[in-house]
T-cell receptor, first 109, second 113 residues
Framework: GENVEQHPSTLSVQEGDSAVIKCTYS??????FPWYKQELGKGPQLIID?????GEKKDQRIAVTLNKTAKHFSLHITETQPEDSAVYFC????????FGTGTSLTVIP | SQTIHQWPATLVQPVGSPLSLECTVE??????LYWYRQAAGRGLQLLFY??????ISSEVPQNLSASRPQDRQFILSSKKLLLSDSGFYLC????????????FGQGTRLTVV
C-alpha cells in the first residue's frame, strides 16, 4: 500500500512568517494530493488539493507544490496568522486516502 | 448539499464491552465510505473502506469490524474492546469513481477504561 511521510511533526512560526510542510509518498500511481486542516476535537477539513498533472496550485495565502519525479509535495502558508494554528495533514490518493502523520503548527502572535 | 453525521461524539466504555459507532451520509448516492482512527498525537490510520453495500476492505488487522448495511450507512463495531482501541474515530466519504476530496465527520472520541 501507499506510505506517506510528513515533516516536521511540530512547527512554530512568528505571526507574519511563512510555514512549509513537506510530504513524500511511495506509490507512483497516486494521483491526487489533498491537504487537510484539523482543529482540536474536530474532523479534518480540506484546505487545498493538487492533482498529478499539475505542478503548483495557489489559493490566497496557501500554495501547494508537487514533484512527481521525486514523489514529494509541500504546503506553503504565507503571512501566517494565529488562526492558522492547527494540525495539518497531507494525503495521497489513488482509490483510498493515505494520510501523513500530521504537523502541529503554532503561530505565535 | 451533502452532510455526514457521526455519533456519538464521545464515548467511555469498559474493557471487554461491545462497540457500535454509526455514520450516515446525506445528499449523495453510492459514496465511498471510510473509517479512520487517530491515536493521540498521531496521524490518521485507515481502518476500513467500502465502495458499496456489503463491500468492506480492511487495511489493518484489528479488534474491529465494519459493516455497510445500507448505501449511506457505515458502522464500526467491536465485540470486546481493548484499552488500545481508545482514540478518535473518524468517518469520511468521497464520490465514487472520482478521485476527489474526502469529507469527514466530526469524529467520536472513544475512551476504553
Amino acid at each position: 500500500g501507499e506510505n506517506v511521510e510528513q515533516h516536521p511533526s511540530t512547527l512554530s512560526v512568528q505571526e507574519g512568517d511563512s510555514a512549509v510542510i513537506k510530504c513524500t509518498y511511495s506509490d507512483s500511481a497516486s494521483n491526487y494530493f489533498p491537504w487537510y486542516k484539523q482543529e482540536l476535537g474536530k474532523g479534518p477539513q480540506l484546505i487545498i488539493d493538487i492533482r498529478s498533472n499539475v505542478g503548483e496550485k495557489k489559493d490566497q495565502r496557501i500554495a501547494v507544490t508537487l514533484n512527481k519525479t521525486a514523489k514529494h509535495f509541500s504546503l506553503h502558508i504565507t503571512e501566517t496568522q494565529p488562526e492558522d494554528s492547527a494540525v495539518y495533514f497531507c494525503a495521497a490518493s489513488r482509490n483510498q486516502f493515505y494520510f501523513g502523520t500530521g504537523t502541529s503548527l503554532t503561530v505565535i502572535p | 448539499s451533502q452532510t455526514i453525521h457521526q455519533w456519538p461524539a464521545t464515548l467511555v466504555q469498559p474493557v471487554g464491552s461491545p462497540l457500535s459507532l454509526e455514520c450516515t451520509v446525506e445528499g449523495t448516492s453510492n459514496p465511498n465510505l471510510y473509517w479512520y482512527r487517530q491515536a493521540a498525537g498521531r496521524g490518521l490510520q485507515l481502518l476500513f473502506y467500502s465502495v458499496g453495500i456489503g463491500q468492506i476492505s480492511s487495511e489493518v488487522p484489528q479488534n474491529l469490524s465494519a459493516s455497510r448495511p445500507q448505501d449511506r450507512q457505515f458502522i464500526l463495531s467491536s465485540k470486546k474492546l481493548l484499552l488500545s482501541d481508545s482514540g478518535f474515530y473518524l468517518c469520511a466519504w468521497s464520490v465514487r469513481l472520482e478521485n476527489t476530496e474526502a469529507f469527514f465527520g466530526q469524529g467520536t472520541r472513544l475512551t476504553v477504561v
